[in-house]
């Protein structure tokens, strides 16, 4: 879907300007060029006027300025992955690609801290730290792919974060170029720190509205020394969600609590060859890691507290081989919705743990209404469910029946004190649903500070916030 | 010490407005009765115009328009134990005290979420968590009379952030008005959320400056089912900051690595009996809390990452008699500070974990050439150092240089990439300093924010930031 896209040439001036601030070979304007940064995960696309590859904080700072004199959009960009839109130039501009800056800058072991560019690959910085011991927590399922910049851009985490926090609680400090085109530097270099206000989570999950980020001080864990796997499989998905906030109740958390419901594990039996209880209507796989010495212990009181009336079976996996075979299921429900159906919606939807029953139990009441066939998976234990809804785009009687019942799941989400969005954050996609989470007086709030941040509006203008 | 304080009158009109808004038996007005709330533990006091005892969101909406229109500062005060002034109404205006607004509205287990207002006191929000098999981090050393408003208003940890973080990465959502005198909600009930700009952390820390929380959503942890207690004793004090670095490069992470250094512990000496070998130049308590399966292995895992050639004795605790009196020496700390010298400068400054040795170093040296003692003790596994300048407040001479010392204190931290507050904040004993660790774009940033949120600029003005 391409959207709405003015682009007006870029006049000889404006091009020979932006050349001046890229410097040699980081600048396109040939409309053939700058398609490939004109989309992202979404489907979405809009031509740019011009792309900038980032090369440090000074051009970025510059960029800035000369975008705020012309009135010209800004938008930041890693690598593309991100699912709604929060990419895509579709007021044309300038995208800014960060790929090229992508420098590992510093690894402290004795700090637990990282420096790095934001357009590192997460999987990247994983080997780096690794290297040292340690891990940066946020695991996007597009790790191996998606930056780092990305992921502060979105708060995007993935299903550690039930143990270890999202970008927000694993970062440290930032170096950001804010609309008013002046570097700024966040945070600290430590675990704690109260001097000014918390400029750094602000900028975290801000979708690149408030600033550019080209510097990031990130927060290190000591790796586990191990892990393990286990698969619970449930009669129903009642027993499932009493499941879940059992575990999450009891003093063991685990570092995986992920979720599949009876449409999910159906869509993996015509997929692929499925080795769970021909009764299972919902999946649990739970993963714990930590210190050698207690790791049976704590499999054991996940499986102690997982077990249940509605509980079929739990496994746990002896050695990589069966962790592999465990999490067969789950890796399989991806390709395998591609394949049944090419045009889906998939919602990042959360709600109190204590409310997952209740909410599944709707969105089926929902897929019954409708007619719509609503396929659930996610990370349960922090409440935040992808919620698929498979339509045939060629019937448009049913991508109507489907866009009704989105709106009628987000109430649902809403009413049960949910979010529309846990980690893959609004873009163009919710953008005209924020208002219907957050209040009148709140997003005045944030409209102020966007325009203190911003006061031109070149900063990806119309992502995030309601126009 | 009293500030600056114009105190004009409150006319008989303005009386009669707050009246209105206060509710009855909610204001105060006579000196005498206000005296109480304009002082804090930074031995700073200023008499407030008036005192309003908070009740409801909408009152303090109600009250934040009263004090806009009339551009009367309005000061929110938990119970007073802040160390910097934050409170002390130094311009006049009105003290907004949160003490009986003190209710604890809802503990959900499944959720692991307390929904709270600001006045209640951390030490029964502990006992209400503690009866649901839950906690919530952060415990300064006040927790039995300071109130989460308060530790949210200055994002006040202590031992435990080492291992569970801060305010900031414990509070889920606010209900708070900014200086526009709406009501705001913030955040989530929910771990993950990214819907809107992070309101939550932006206020959390803020010192009253851009909103007044009135409700929180804090999330809670499960209490862990076992702690084990170390003292681990030093030849000097390199050793025991290279024993701190060790121990937070491994993979378990205490849940307190609190330091005392060598003028600490002969100040406890002249105190009280003391049990550490003689040679003893620098002490480290370490705790580690978890499963009770793994919980020797884990208190042997820190004893082995204490070891090193400087470590003169480790003493593990085998009850709860023995880590009482293992922490004995560092809780004889205070009333020594106290009875030793009546006056002293206590700051709270963080560097790296890195360079604690050479900012422990530092520190000595600079007592050497400004002849002041310096007495240290901390969270070292944060790098938050109290550092405290004891001197004879009769003395001018010595006051003069205490404060040259105390500056170069601050340059040392700055210089090795530390920050000038961890936990105690800035209000007005550290406002003249921020601008040496913020600069200039950075700070005009949080103006501007400021200026969004409290346009009036009512919110305790001329606390947190330079003026």
Known sequence: MNTRNPRPDVSPALRAHLAAIAGPGRLLTDPADCWPYGYDNSRRQALPQAVVFAADTGQVAALVRLCAAQGLPLIARGRGTGTTGATVPDRGGVVLSFERMNRILRIAPGDRLAICEPGVVNAD???AAGAAGLFWPPDPTSAAVCTIGGNLAYNSAGPRAVKYGTPRENTLGLTAVTGLGEPIRTGVLTTKGVVGY???????????????ITQATLRLTPLPEATRTLRAA???IQSAAAAVATLMAQPVTPCALEFMDAAAIAM?????AVDVPAATGALLMIEVDGARAGIEDAAAALAAAARNEGLLEVRHARDAAEVQALWRTRRALSPALRQVAPKKINEDLVVPVSRLAEFIDGLARLARETGIRIVNFGHAGNGNIHVNLLMNPDDPAEMARAHACLDAVFSLTLGLGGTLSGEHGVGLEKRDFVDRELDAPTLAVMAA???AL???????PGKALPS
């Open 454 to 460: 911003d006061p031109a509006g070149i900063l990806n």
């Open 198 to 212: 918390d400029l750094t989570r602000l900028i975290i999950g801000s979708e690149g509205t408030l600033a550019l």
């Open 125 to 127: 910085l994983q080997r």
């Open 234 to 236: 449930y009669r129903d």
């Open 449 to 451: 500070i966007k325009q």
């Open 268 to 272: 993996v039996r015509g997929y692929a």
